[in-house]
């Protein structure tokens, strides 16, 4: 089976840049997403095709993926950014979810 | 805007099936650029993907290998509608349940969920 690895937790300090990175075997070959998900809420798609923002998504949120590797970056984080972030990606009639990083704003 | 509006009980016993309905407003199930999932979340398995079912000329389904030969999804296209069926349950598959709308257009990206269904098994 296919897995995509994440760091169980960040944290970043307002105003700061946080990464938070996905690996997963030749990830950089397939279209990775990313999703937020706040207490007691569905997840929200914040990323797809590893860079595109959805209507209404803020542009601090942003995207990329090469190698094994795909990485969500939050520029400017702020306390409302506080959330559970999960990586995606398809792989063999199979879709796969990261493990999930809870990012702390500190 | 599309909106997923899940339904179903939230207690089932050991052994017995598993049974949410999602019904569909601001796309329909048929939609050629849809495809229509059930992923559930829990402590131990985190967010898990159960299977999908979509329309291209005729309707396919994919299933998870996890749970296959326990599920079903089927659409409903009178009622706009998708529904799960997981036979068999045991207290491992408690956990919340979504509905998702997988856009072709974002490739593979879930860009609408249902409100979620927390589903315990146990007698």
């Known amino acids: 089976s296919y897995d995509l690895t994440q760091p169980p937790s960040v944290s970043v300090s307002p105003g700061q840049t946080a990464s938070i990175t996905c690996s997963g075997d030749?990830?950089?070959?397939?279209?990775a997403c990313w999703y937020q998900q706040k207490p007691g809420q569905s997840p929200v798609l914040l990323i797809y095709?590893?860079?595109k923002r959805p209507s209404g998504i803020p542009e601090r949120f942003s995207g990329s993926n090469s190698g094994n590797t795909a990485t969500l970056t939050i520029s400017g984080t702020q306390a409302i950014d506080e959330a559970d972030y999960y990586c995606q990606a398809w792989d063999i009639n199979t879709y796969v979810f990261g493990t999930g990083t809870k990012v702390t704003v500190l | 805007q599309v909106q997923l509006q899940q339904s179903g009980p939230g207690l089932v016993r050991p052994s017995q099936t598993l049974s949410l309905t999602c019904v569909i407003s601001?796309?329909?199930?048929?939609?050629?650029?849809?495809?229509w999932s059930w992923i559930r979340q829990s402590p131990s398995r985190g967010l898990e993907w159960l299977g999908r079912t979509y329309y291209g000329s005729k309707w396919y389904k994919d299933y998870a290998l996890s749970v296959k030969g326990r599920i079903s999804i089927d659409p409903d296209t009178s009622k706009n509608q998708f529904s799960l069926q997981l036979n068999s349950v045991t207290p491992e598959d408690t956990a919340l349940y979504y509905c998702?709308?997988?856009?072709?257009?974002?490739?593979?990206?879930?860009?609408?969920w249902g409100q979620g269904t927390l589903v315990t098994v146990s007698s």
């Open positions: 998702a709308r997988a856009y072709s257009a974002y490739d593979s990206a879930f860009d609408y």
């Open positions: 095709q590893d860079t």
């Open positions: 601001g796309d329909t199930v048929s939609s050629n650029s849809a495809a």
């Open positions: 030749k990830l950089g070959d397939k279209f």
